[in-house]
């Protein structure tokens, strides 16, 4: 199957970047990439619109964090259809909220993949039967898996400060109710070759970002930054700059909805030149090639 984002190769940072002056650089406009065009030893991560990334690892395997596509106004129209996604071996929900959780049954269901989460939403989906208990894989916080063997991703369960309601339409009302659906957490994705991903989910900023950063030392986050249900730029700044100090940074959750007002370009403002973490802004429907 076609994949229809373009590659943002790590050598090609300058034209991707947003500088230390605080300028905002555009990503290159969406172009054909041929399937198997991943470098051997190298991740691909592709952010799909607000939490939804597709993230390659160097081996092969595909873990698709938060999917949310189909309904989704800033998912690219080439990939509203769960099909698009190709090949998918591992399915991550940071919480219960739609804009997280609503295409990951269905996903899971096509692919004959797990959901895994680590903030224990897992007996609320099986409870209700949208999802058998083969499909719904269980951690803890501070918990640590290996999903493919013990030579290969490792993903930890960390905090997220943040709410997870499940909201579910029984059939037989047909009328929506409301459920505990578990904590939210955020995960640290260690890939084959050692390279660590912090997907934040959503969260707001908490003092124990700095712990987190100095004990797993992600080489990326993916932070949100559209504020009123999470950080917005300012504390996304603070937290990269003065608690994480990551590599690079891609900034997601926001411009989805008008409520998510916090755009790249005050990101890196706020950042500041002081900072040595180097932000990506990719569009959605593009990927950044480490």
Known sequence: MKRFAS??????????????????????????????????????????????????????????????????PKTPAAFKQLQALGKVDLILVTHAHYDHF??????????????YNGGGMGPAIVSLGILPTAQVQRFGKSGTVAPFGPTGVKITAVHAEHSSELVWKNPATD?????FGGEPVGYIIELENGFKIWHMGDTGLYGDMKLIGETFKPDLVLIPIGGHFTMGPQDAATAVRDMIKPKYAIPIHYGTFPLLRGTPAEFTSALGSASATRVLVPEPGQKVDF
């Open 102 to 115: 609503n295409d990951a049954p269905a996903l899971a269901k096509m692919n004959n993949v797990p959901v």
């Open 175 to 179: 009328k929506e109710e409301t459920h």
């Open 7 to 72: 590659l943002i190769s790590i050598a090609a940072l300058a034209a991707t970047l947003v500088g230390c002056a605080g300028t905002a650089v555009q990503a290159p406009a969406l172009q054909p990439a041929p399937p198997g065009a991943i470098a051997a030893g190298k991740a691909e991560v592709l952010w799909l619109g607000q939490a939804t990334m597709r993230i390659t690892t160097p081996g092969g395997k595909v873990i698709v964090v938060d999917p949310w596509l189909t309904t989704n």
